[in-house]
């Protein structure tokens, strides 16, 4: 919450959008976000008696692991979000996502192999299964 300083807590708290929003943002249904977010050991924070919010940098934590939609995806989602019902906290926003993004692993390339195996543990049989046809139908060199 480094960004906040100029701000208050509960400005802060009130600019983000709540866990419900948040899994809609990923792909996830509410039980399923509270689930991961409890997995990750991500504190939310609370807001009266039971909203819980959660800020940028944690719902890209969740998106990271749930693989539901692009990380590139959600924080697009965030941002959109931010603009339309916070634009006084965009700057803030922007912020996180981009401390998020810089501090992720520099990718690697991998063997054709690996990237098969990952893709199948990543992906639904079906889509694995396409996803890999259409990668083979493009020029892979395997």
Known sequence: ?????????????????TLSQ?????????????????????????WGRRDKHLG???????????????LEEVA???????????PESLAQTTAEIDEFFAALPEATATAPDEFLAEL??????????KAEEIWRAHGCSV
């Open 1 to 17: 919450m480094s960004a906040v300083a100029a701000r208050t807590r509960s400005e802060y708290v009130r600019s983000l959008p």
């Open 76 to 86: 697009g989602a965030i941002l959109e979000w931010t603009e339309s019902n916070h």
């Open 56 to 70: 940028a940098a944690a719902i890209l934590r969740v998106a990271r692991i749930a693989q539901r939609a692009s």
């Open 120 to 129: 199948r543990a990543a992906l639904p049989e079906q889509w694995a299964r």
């Open 22 to 46: 948040a899994a809609t943002f990923i792909g996830l249904d509410t039980g399923g976000m509270s689930r991961a977010v409890s997995s990750l050991g991500i504190e939310p924070y609370p």
